[in-house]
């Protein structure tokens, strides 16, 4: 399973854009990347997920850069309801539950 | 409303006692998976299910059994709780073909203290 390193922790203000950069260089050819958002006292939730280049829905943007050994989720103009820990995962979305690995993940901190 | 339902939200158990958590899910998902979390960490695979009567071990099975006998239903059992075993307990479902667009869906979690 590929391996992601996250910032522990970011803070940001209301209505900025965030940034959340995870790395993973093992990552295999079949493996996507899946973000997720969690808040105190509740279960992960699913943001977004992508294989290659960008991908957006409603609540954030993914970017991926060709060699795919890293990835970006793009949260536009916070808000405090946006204080969550995000994780990022890597992992073959077609396999079984072991292919779902959480790290320690980042916990942002929207002030303001 | 249609998603995944844990309960109790609360215990407390006696070192040696057995109990159940229940999780329940009307997706009709096939992959069902439960995880536990500690403060700090992220979330670890206990054990996971890709079906009704199939079922397999995540990272911490150790003092835990599950069983799936329905495609709604799937129950975690510690055999003899142990302080190590406080956490909190999630547990997660997807459609087997949907996993792209949306993802594992989490119940609320149980918190489980073992004094």
């Known amino acids: 399973l590929a391996k992601t390193t996250q910032p522990i922790s970011m803070d940001s203000y209301e209505g900025q854009e965030v940034n959340i950069t995870c790395s993973h260089n093992?990552?295999?050819?079949?493996?996507?990347i899946t973000w997720y958002q969690q808040f105190p006292s509740q279960g992960p939730r699913f943001i977004i997920q992508?294989?290659?280049t960008k991908v957006t829905n409603e609540v954030a943007s993914l970017f991926i850069p060709a060699d795919r050994k890293s990835s970006t989720l793009s949260l536009p103009r916070v808000s405090l309801s946006d204080t969550a820990v995000y994780y990022c995962?890597?992992?073959?979305?077609?396999?079984?539950?072991?292919?779902?690995?959480f790290g320690s993940g980042t916990q942002l901190t929207v002030l303001p | 409303n249609a998603g995944v339902t844990q309960t109790p939200k609360f215990q407390v158990l006696k070192t040696g006692q057995s109990m159940t958590l229940q999780c329940a899910q009307d997706m009709n998902h096939e992959y069902m998976s439960w995880y536990r979390q500690d403060p700090g960490m992220g979330l670890r695979l206990i054990h996971y299910s890709v079906g009704a009567g199939i079922t397999d071990q995540g990272e911490v099975p150790n003092g835990y059994n599950v069983s799936r006998s329905t495609t709604e239903d799937f129950p975690l059992r510690l055999l003899s709780a142990a302080p190590s075993q406080t956490s909190v307990y999630f547990c997660?479902?997807?459609?087997?073909?949907?996993?792209?667009?949306?993802?594992?869906?989490f119940g609320s979690g149980t918190r489980l203290t073992v004094v």
């Open positions: 997660a479902s997807r459609d087997r073909t949907e996993q792209r667009r949306y993802g594992y869906t």
């Open positions: 992508g294989y290659k």
């Open positions: 093992n990552i295999a050819t079949n493996d996507y």
């Open positions: 995962l890597v992992g073959d979305p077609s396999g079984s539950a072991r292919q779902l690995t």
